[in-house]
């Protein structure tokens, strides 16, 4: 048994392994989970230029995924995505 973060609930394995699989396949659908601290949705990009991740404040290189809000200038890199899809994955 593996146990959430937040009220350290036990969760099963395979409840685990489905979250971290949904999480790493990245793409649009699932950048609807993922919102900028406005609350505006965020896209899927791939890296033209070298951003700052605004989450944890790792560079994000060049042809790199990364979720971007355009209107607010707000990057995540798939790091920090991932760890936010999984944990989304994982509320009750």
Do not use: W
Request: proline letters at 1%; one cysteine or more.
């Amino acid at each position: 048994m593996l146990f959430k973060e937040d009220n350290l609930q036990a969760v099963s394995v395979d409840e685990y392994e489905a979250a971290q699989a949904a999480a790493e396949g990245m793409d649009s659908s699932l950048a609807d989970k993922i919102r900028c601290p406005a609350e505006h949705g965020m896209v899927v990009e791939v890296a033209a230029e070298v951003y700052e991740c605004d989450v944890c404040e790792a560079d994000i290189e060049v042809s790199t995924k990364l979720m971007y809000c355009e209107r607010c200038d707000y990057a995540i890199c798939e790091v920090c995505a991932v760890d936010m899809l999984r944990r989304e994955a994982l509320k009750v």
